[in-house]
C-alpha cells in the first residue's frame, strides 16, 4: 500500500480540530467524524495524528474507525454512490441492488472505480422509506430503483462531466 504523506497543511487542520475538542480522547467520535467531514476520509497517516493529539493508542483510533461503519479508512469517489440498506429498502431488494451496483461498477463497498469517479457504500435509511429502495448519488436521492435503471443513473454523470468540460 502507497505511503501517504500528509501535508503540513492537513496536519495542521486536524490538530485544530483536536484542540476543538479540547484534545479529550472522550471527543474521539466528534473529532474522528469532523476529521473524515473535512478530509474526506481517515487513512492510516490520519489516525496517527488523531492518536497522538489526543493521547492515544493508534491500535485504539484504528478499532473506532474499523467498528463504525460510518467511518472509512477509503477515499471516496467524486460521485459516492449510497445503496440504503434500512428495513424498507431491505424489503424491495435493497440487497439485490448493492449486488447489482458492484457488478455493474465492478468494486466492493468501501472502494472506488479505478478512475476515481464512482465509489459505493451502504447506508441506513435516508428517511425515504416510501420510495424504498433508495439510491444516493452525491447526496441526490434516487426512489424506487431498479437494476436495469443503473446505466442510465450513471450515464447521468458523464454527461454532467462532459458538460462541465465542454
Ligand atoms: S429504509 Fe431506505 S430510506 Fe428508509
Redesign the pocket.
Known amino acids: 500500500m502507497p505511503v501517504i504523506k500528509l501535508s503540513d497543511d492537513k496536519v495542521r487542520i486536524i490538530k485544530d480540530i483536536c484542540a476543538e475538542y479540547g484534545n479529550q480522547e472522550a471527543e474521539v467520535l466528534n473529532v474522528l467524524r469532523k476529521v473524515q467531514n473535512t478530509l474526506g476520509y481517515l487513512p492510516a497517516e490520519v489516525q496517527e495524528v488523531v492518536a497522538a493529539e489526543l493521547h492515544m493508542s493508534v491500535a485504539k483510533i484504528y478499532g473506532i474507525v474499523s467498528f463504525y461503519s460510518f467511518f472509512t479508512m477509503q477515499p471516496k469517489g467524486k460521485h459516492p454512490i449510497d445503496i440504503?440498506l434500512?428495513?424498507?429498502?431491505?424489503a424491495k431488494g435493497?440487497d439485490k441492488l448493492l449486488e447489482a451496483f458492484k457488478k455493474h461498477l465492478n468494486v466492493e463497498v468501501g472502494k472506488c472505480t479505478p478512475d476515481g469517479k464512482f465509489s459505493l457504500s451502504t447506508l441506513?435509511?435516508?428517511?425515504?422509506?416510501s420510495?424504498?429502495?433508495?439510491v444516493s448519488i452525491g447526496g441526490k436521492i434516487y426512489g424506487k430503483v431498479t437494476a436495469d435503471q443503473i446505466p442510465a443513473m450513471l450515464a447521468e454523470y458523464d454527461e454532467y462531466e462532459d458538460v462541465m468540460q465542454s
Open positions: 440504503c434500512g428495513a424498507a429498502c431491505m435493497g441506513r435509511c435516508v428517511g425515504s422509506c420510495l424504498a429502495p433508495v
